[in-house]
């Protein structure tokens, strides 16, 4: 592949900067985005819940946009772009979630999975496949497993029949070099095309992407102004800027897309993402990022220090799903402070 | 199955064995036994006797060994509810006993779906490694053993060096040694058990390495391009290429497979190792391309996801100098041929939009 190539750009501001605002992007906030998105020449916009289709719960937080609601003025506003749904199994059902967003005019499904359990994605895939829209794998937390076995689980996708997949850096461990290596890696062994989604928890998201796409990455994903869970995303605008710079082609508007990014901020946020202290940790801990906002709130109610949280989590290697383990070690490293322990 | 699909199976046999049927005379008045034999190659492998039983009188005894005969005989209820057809329910692993009788064994028991490959890399070694240990052990109790045919893969030998025109059966390559290459390294595994009980307790057995086959009875619930492709162009979608579609590969119809695995069962000597496919290269555009033909109106064709250019490994076809040098066989179905009457007959089987 040339060093400058096409990049298919998938923006998830949509979904994963629905993680900052706890999942309460209103259907107003879709239908100006999109429009935004979609004129500025995005290639793929994804919308929904943070965690993707049929996650809104209790415990992951509930979506103020039901799903079938998003998608369908998404598809509404949505006349160039492409229009994406992350999809994790187990929360999300092939019946009761993915079918009928394929009926509401999904264009691309990308099936996540935790980076070492990608059977689980399987029927998903297949399911996707036979409908004959486009599929990704997507293997998140990656960095928690070695570059030949994040290949083994990627070969997986690639038997399911997935058209490409999609490495995710969830918790901004990454440095440039890790990227460089995984992506070779994949771009070797795979025939199928290679995609890399950042968090910029050290300020790596844009040269992280970057390394990517020397790499030979043909997909990266951006959020607007960073608009995502934790310390944000790679940020989109920037992202569409430098790559023209190096030479890149997106067929993006960068006028349009600096302009979406405005609006974004206008409406989207009530703050824009920053690396934060305790984001640095999270990425230094290799701790997902959209552990950020539950680790704060029970770091203060036990009166610990949210660090040593995130430092924990990253010992015991907690993933997505198991936020229930921050209360278990907040109120472990309150009792040890009480015996005088740390 | 619907009859008029029926009809364009038994003529494709027909079509096939029209002045070659000489070559399977050993076949006459024996009993011939498919161990995994629900599958395509089972399924086509059938039909070619049944064919053989009814126009040319052959008189041959099947027996079909699978763990999936329930559904074979719900699926195909023509071939299941023959008299001179035997359907024994059973796990390649466990198999007890041929047919007493057996004169002729077909050992093609095996998942070839490359999603199982994935996710149960373990069942999919046991399977074949066990599968064939208990093939070769069932098979020394046989009295009237001819020969045993295993069909191994044309993965056994790894990658086609870019070099090569064609993989001969004496290739030195080998797939990588780890999980994600389980099936290959397990059928390569197997291809030494059967050379091991050739040694050692002298059973008559040889291999056939197929390659990539098309045509009814495949599945189209399996990610391989021909049955993407076909699936696609069915529902009405649009039919997806990965990559830049200069991948080559190459493929025989099914009912030109069951010919040659018949003939090779037959005319070939104990030890011997075949390829059996078409050596006649074709471009996963091209695939498409032919595909979309036979369509009304034709699928739009998207190579949208992945521009990625076909390395030096893309290519994997077979050398067949010896199938034909040695046993007289063709490709007696062309690939623009092959795919159109595999296209029509799902048509067929969905009544839709056939271009007939």
Redesign the interface.
């Known amino acids: 592949?040339g060093p400058n190539?096409?990049i298919t750009i998938s923006d998830a501001t949509l979904r994963d900067g629905n993680h900052a605002v706890g999942h309460q992007l209103s259907a107003e906030h879709i239908a100006a985005y999109c429009k935004a998105a979609d004129n500025a020449g995005v290639a793929i916009v994804e919308v929904g819940h943070g965690n993707g289709l049929g996650a809104s719960s209790l415990q992951l937080g509930e979506s103020k946009t039901p799903d079938h609601i998003a998608l369908e003025i998404a598809r509404k506003n949505l006349k160039k772009s492409r229009l994406g749904v992350h999809v994790i199994p187990g929360f999300a059902t092939i019946e009761r979630d993915l079918k009928p967003a394929l009926e509401l005019g999904v264009d691309v499904v990308r099936v996540a999975s935790h980076c070492s359990e990608?059977?689980i994605c399987?029927r998903h895939i297949?399911f996707s496949?036979?409908?004959?829209v486009?599929v990704?794998g997507c293997l998140m937390m990656s960095h928690m497993i070695s570059p030949a076995l994040l290949?083994?689980q990627a070969?997986?996708m690639e038997?399911?029949?997935a058209?490409?997949v999609v490495f995710m850096d969830s918790a901004g461990h990454y440095l440039p070099d890790d990227v460089r290596q995984r992506v070779a890696l994949l771009?070797n062994n795979l025939?199928?095309?290679v995609g890399f989604h950042a968090h910029n928890n050290l300020g790596l998201a844009i040269a992280n992407s970057m390394a990517a796409a020397e790499s030979g990455a043909?997909l990266l994903d951006g959020c607007a102004r960073g608009f995502g869970a934790g310390a944000g995303n790679t940020q989109l605008e920037v992202l569409v800027a430098v790559l023209e710079r190096l030479g890149y082609s997106t067929g993006i508007d960068l006028y349009k897309i600096l302009d979406a990014a405005d609006l974004a901020e206008q409406i989207l946020m009530k703050e824009i993402p920053s690396i934060k202290s305790v984001s640095v940790v999270s990425g230094m801990a290799g701790v997902f990022s959209g552990f950020l906002k539950p680790v704060t709130r029970i770091a203060k109610e036990f009166n610990v220090n949210p660090r040593d949280i995130f430092f924990e989590l990253g010992r015991r290697k907690i993933v997505a799903g198991q936020e229930d383990i921050i209360l278990e070690v907040a109120k472990e490293l309150a009792m040890r402070a009480a015996k005088g322990n740390p | 199955m619907k009859p008029q699909c029926q009809e364009r199976t038994r003529h494709d046999c027909l079509r096939i064995l029209k002045g070659r049927d000489k070559a399977l005379e050993p076949l006459r008045q024996s009993e011939l036994v498919v161990v995994g034999g629900t599958g395509f190659v089972g399924t086509w492998i059938a039909e070619m006797v049944a064919a053989l039983n009814e126009d040319f009188r052959f008189g041959i005894k099947l027996s079909l060994m699978s763990r999936s005969t329930d559904q074979f005989s719900n699926r195909l209820p023509h071939l299941a509810g023959r008299k001179d057809f035997n359907l024994i329910k059973s796990d390649v692993r466990q198999l007890g006993q041929f047919p007493m009788n057996a004169d002729w064994v077909i050992h093609a028991a095996a998942n070839p779906d490359?999603?199982t490959?994935?996710?149960n890399p373990v069942d999919t070694a046991s399977v074949i490694v066990d599968g064939t240990m208990s093939v070769m052990r069932t098979a020394e109790r046989l009295s009237h053993l001819k020969k045993i045919l295993y069909l191994s893969s044309g993965l056994v030998c790894g990658p086609q060096p870019a070099s090569t025109k064609g993989l001969d059966e004496s290739a030195h390559g080998a797939p990588a040694p780890?999980?994600?290459f389980m099936y290959p390294n397990a059928k390569r595994f197997a291809e030494t058990i059967c050379s091991a009980a050739r040694m050692q307790s002298r059973i008559p057995v040889l291999v056939a390495r197929p390659f990539s086959f098309v045509g009814p009875y495949q599945s189209l619930?399996t990610?391989w391009a021909q049955t993407?492709f076909l699936?696609?162009a069915l529902?009405d979608?649009?039919i997806?290429v990965?990559?830049d579609g200069q991948?080559v590969r190459s493929y025989l119809y099914g009912s030109d497979a069951a010919y040659w695995f018949l003939r090779i069962l037959t005319a070939g000597q104990s030890g011997d190792v075949v390829n059996v496919g078409s050596p006649v290269g074709v471009t996963l555009q091209a695939l498409a391309e032919e595909v979309a033909k036979n369509f009304d109106p034709s699928p739009e064709i998207m190579f949208?996801?992945?521009?990625?250019?076909a390395g030096p490994s893309?290519q994997l076809l077979p050398d067949t100098t010896h199938a034909q040098n040695d046993y007289g066989l063709a490709v007696f179905t062309p690939f623009d041929e092959a795919i159109k009457l595999t296209a029509q007959w799902h048509q067929m089987m969905r009544n839709n939009h056939a271009r007939v």
């Open positions: 592949m190539h096409k990608a059977d399987e297949s496949r036979s409908r004959g486009e990704w290949l083994e070969r997986k038997s399911y029949g058209e490409g771009e025939s199928i095309a043909i | 490359v999603r490959h994935a996710s780890n999980a994600s619930d990610p993407t699936s696609d529902q979608h649009p997806r990965l990559g991948v949208n996801t992945s521009p990625k250019s893309a």
